[in-house]
């Protein structure tokens, strides 16, 4: 697509790494048959052609309006059209880049901005928001609906093996999780402490600088990617851990983007790289321990259960890993049950569900329409946004896979094991 970037952004980083994507769009319109916010309005605008062309008239100089903002607000990041476009286009890239030029340009005013302030300081905050989980719990029976949605009950998080294996690997708690599901980390720790690797969490680190940066603080976020590498790097450089593996898809995709998004800044450029480099999904660690899961497995009489499985965006259109779980889960006998529209986005999409509620709870029930049709009696994702988001809609329990699994190593049906506990 031809472009003309206006004089404000042509020579800086920003603009040329937007022209470069805009001139990799050949406007075909693939991509909008895939996105989740034009099957649902309809409009070309709220489609990703249709906010290319927005973001394209913004940065060759066109004043954006709120209506402008309005359909990029819209937009799930969901990057569905990423994996649809045959021309490689980042679309994830643009739109960050858009948004941040169309806030600049057309800032927020009363409850929008004060809503959008209130998350980008309380929620990457682990001991605010911890506390706030507190207080929400206390009060969940009377939240409105949408609040009482990001209040799940709470879970006991079960025992953390001690420091015992020679391998070592680091996990982030992140921001929201340890108060929302600690029990995430701990069955993930459990499950590798099995396969012969001892998971820790190293103090200082916290959220991943996704929440921040996809507000449009970057610098926000930027400041939360470096805290976290600081905390890090002593245990990366007496090369004490051999991984990171990160537990929430959407936190392993941001961390695997830290090389990129401080390439620029010299103090932090060469050990985002090594950290990005390092890091990896849960589901890549157990895949390549795929052998010694197999022996623990064999041990063992395994029921078959049916299992649905929802792959977050950021796993299957971010990560770009498809298929390593369901190995995993049909190796451990789930049987995995069909979905249809598997690419579609559930609708949590980070803070989106607080910001863009109808869309986000249409998304959902569409979502736990198609998870349902099978027939399966437990739901299994890898984020704890869809986590926590898809539970909100339904009395099937919702899980991380790595927690089913845990359930499955440690001999029982998984099913009966939710049920005992009263889900
Ligand atoms: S983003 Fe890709 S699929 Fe969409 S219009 Fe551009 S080239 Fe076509
Ligand atoms: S990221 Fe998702 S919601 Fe946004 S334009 Fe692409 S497919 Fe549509």
Redesign the pocket.
């Known amino acids: 697509m031809q472009t003309q970037l206006a004089e404000f952004i042509r020579n800086t980083s920003d603009g040329r790494e937007a022209e470069e994507i805009l001139r990799a769009c050949v406007h075909c319109g693939f ?2 048959a ?5 099957q649902l309005l309809g409009d070309e605008l ?3 052609r249709g ?1 290319i062309y927005l973001i394209k008239q913004v940065l060759e100089g066109q004043q954006p309006t709120a209506k402008t903002r309005l359909h990029l607000d ?9 994996s ?1 476009c045959p021309s490689g286009v980042r ?2 890239r643009l ?1 960050d880049i858009g948004r941040h030029v169309v806030e600049a340009k057309v800032p927020r005013r009363g409850a929008d901005r004060a809503v959008r302030w209130a998350l980008r300081t309380f929620v990457p905050r682990a001991g605010l928001f911890g506390a706030a989980m507190k207080a929400g719990r206390a009060v969940r029976g009377v939240l409105p609906q949408v609040l009482k949605d990001k209040v799940p009950l709470a879970r006991a998080a079960g025992p953390w093996p001690g420091v015992r294996h020679s391998r070592r690997m680091l996990t982030l708690a992140g921001c929201v999780q340890p108060s929302m599901a600690p029990s995430i980390n701990a069955a993930a720790a459990r499950v590798l402490d099995a396969l012969g690797i001892s998971l820790l969490e190293a103090p200082g680190a916290g959220c991943c600088g996704a929440v921040r940066h996809h507000l449009n603080d970057h610098d926000g976020g930027k400041a939360d990617m470096k805290r976290n590498i600081d905390a890090w790097w002593p245990m990366i450089e007496a090369g004490e851990i051999e991984a990171i593996v990160m537990t929430a898809s959407g936190c392993g995709a941001q961390v695997k983007d830290y090389a990129y998004l401080l390439r620029e800044d010299p103090a932090y450029a060469e050990r985002a790289q090594r950290v990005s480099a390092m890091t990896q999904d849960i589901g890549e660690t157990i895949v390549a321990e795929a052998q010694a899961l197999e022996r623990l497995l064999a041990s063992r009489k395994l029921k078959s259960e049916p299992l649905a499985w929802h792959a977050p ?1 950021s796993l299957q ?1 971010g990560l770009k890993l498809r298929g390593g779980v369901e190995r995993i889960l049909t190796a451990a006998g789930f049987e995995l049950t069909p979905v249809r529209d598997s690419h579609l ?1 559930c609708g949590s ?1 980070g803070t989106y569900s607080l910001l863009q509620p109808e869309l986000s709870h249409t998304l959902r029930d569409n979502k736990l329409a198609a998870l349902g049709e099978g027939g399966a009696g437990m739901i299994a994702s890898a984020n704890i946004g869809c986590i926590t988001h898809l539970q909100a809609g339904t009395r099937t329990p919702v899980r991380h896979w790595i927690e089913w699994l845990d359930m499955r190593l440690s001999d029982t049906s998984a099913i009966a094991d939710i049920e005992a506990a009263g889900k």
């Not at 895939?34 to 034009?38: A, G, I, K, R």
């Open positions: 991509c909008t895939t996105c989740p916010t034009y709220d489609g990703p906010r819209r937009c799930l990041t969901c990057r569905a059209c990423e649809t679309y994830g739109v965006c259109h986005c999409a």
